[in-house]
């Protein structure tokens, strides 16, 4: 008796050690269809635990494979590849709606006994005395079956129920969480709200306070510092210095001191032929008025500049290849440019024989003199070659000397010699000479 009590735990024991090293065989076939199913009256059947003691009583089990051998087919006669493989499909399609049992035993879960419904802490169901053995073959190594998680004896949780249904609530939940969400942030956005009214009121209050203060007209303040300097205006006094949109050829401006002379497009109904000038402008701390229009030009002015050494005489030229000197309007002197080049830049130079340097669009500069009737130009700094535009001139009366700046280099011109200050050919300034330095 003894003998035979020892072989059948060891039977009992090979079983178990199969059924849990074997944890994803989830592909079972019945072979023996003698074996009656359980009664479902817990009382009147044999409990879970004694089925174990007696291996057997259990159902055979054994492992199917899509890769059957021809062997494999001559020992199920009575069963054809078609009918295996449609029952395990069926089989997995009703694993995937419902879990139908436990997983290391794939036996149904039982509401008394040692087979009942139980759970550890990370949530997955099991028979309890299936889990139970696992744990304890195991030891200190065990994790669940299903997600690997480490658990002990302590975990192990009974359920007492007849039957589970859980039903997925996944979306709700998400639907939740983002309807608290959507809360919070209209909580946010009301707050925020309230905030803004706040502002807006207190700037209405604010507004209708200054109103009711400054209702007594006061004169625009306008501060105008010395030429050189800048100008400060009131930004609610605005004029249009010409008619319609034109006002946007206005390119160039100069101040002397006591008016402003821009230079912009002139009404085309009264001057068909130049219907570009000079618009004259009077700004002081109370006034500021638009004055006269010369028309004197056929096209955009570029240069506006009044004369350092008589402050009535005004520089101008620009896209009509002319250069022209005025006083009130009326053309003192006026030069055509050499090839037909547009005027970008100019400067009065030598107080003691009154002239203008003019730089042209194709590089080139020349001094023109204004006490002269001649229309050729006094001298010819770049000595007739020219390559990019001239973008500025300007001399400095102490040290008698011009400068001169294109889009590459800034030359000084002083006592009949040429000194490069910056060059820019090759991507860097190369020169730079301090003037002092140059006698």
């Not at 007594?216 to 249009?240: C, D, S, T």
Request: net charge negative; aromatic share 6%.
């Amino acid at each position: 008796e003894e003998e035979s009590s020892v072989s059948e735990e060891e039977a009992r024991d090979d079983l178990e050690r199969t059924i849990m090293e074997n944890e994803n065989d989830d592909d079972i076939q019945i072979l023996d269809e003698n074996v009656e199913p359980p009664n479902s009256n817990p009382a009147a059947s044999p409990s879970n635990s004694d089925s174990e003691l007696n291996p057997t009583n259990r159902p055979k089990r054994r492992r199917t494979d899509n890769f059957a051998t021809e062997n494999d087919k001559d020992c199920q006669p009575g069963v054809s590849t078609e009918t295996t493989a449609s029952t395990t499909a069926l089989g997995a399609a009703g694993d995937e709606e419902t879990d139908d049992g436990c997983t290391i035993c794939y036996e149904e879960y039982t509401s008394a006994g040692e087979h009942r419904l139980a759970s550890v802490k990370c949530g997955h169901f099991f028979g309890y005395s299936c889990i139970a053995r696992w744990i304890r073959s195991e030891g200190r190594n065990a994790v669940c079956p299903t997600c690997k998680t480490k658990t002990t004896l302590k975990d192990i949780r009974k359920h007492y129920t007849a039957a589970v249904k859980v039903t997925d609530t996944t979306e709700v939940e998400m639907l939740r969480n983002s309807n608290a969400a959507l809360h919070i942030r209209v909580s946010g956005l009301e707050v925020e709200l309230a905030k803004k009214d706040r502002e807006i009121a207190e700037l209405i209050k604010k507004l209708q306070e200054g109103k009711s203060a400054g209702s007594a007209p006061i004169a625009p303040h306008l501060v105008v510092q010395q030429r050189g300097g800048r100008m400060f205006m009131n930004p609610e006094r605005k004029e249009a210095l010409a008619n319609g949109g034109a006002n946007a050829d206005a390119r160039a401006m100069d101040f002397n001191g006591e008016v402003w002379a821009v230079g912009v497009a002139c009404s085309k109904a009264r001057n068909i032929f130049s219907p570009f000038g000079i618009r004259i402008l009077t700004i002081s701390r109370q006034e500021f008025k638009l004055r006269e229009c010369y028309p004197l030009h056929s096209g955009r002015s570029r240069v506006v500049v009044f004369s350092p050494f008589e402050s009535s005489l005004l520089l101008s030229g620009g896209e009509d290849k002319r250069a022209v000197v005025s006083m009130d309007g009326v053309v003192r002197r006026q030069w055509r440019m050499p090839n037909e080049k547009p005027v970008w830049t100019g400067c009065w130079t030598a107080p003691n024989k009154v002239s203008v340097t003019l730089g042209l669009g194709d590089g080139r500069v020349l001094e023109y003199a204004v006490d002269s009737d001649s229309t050729e130009p006094l001298r010819d700094y770049t000595q007739g070659v020219g390559h990019l535009p001239i973008i500025f001139t300007g001399f400095d009366a102490v040290s008698s000397t011009l400068l001169v700046a294109s889009f590459k280099k800034l030359v000084a011109f002083r006592n009949d010699k040429v000194f490069p200050l910056l060059s820019n050919v090759d991507g860097q300034c190369s020169r730079c000479y301090p003037m002092s330095s140059t006698k």
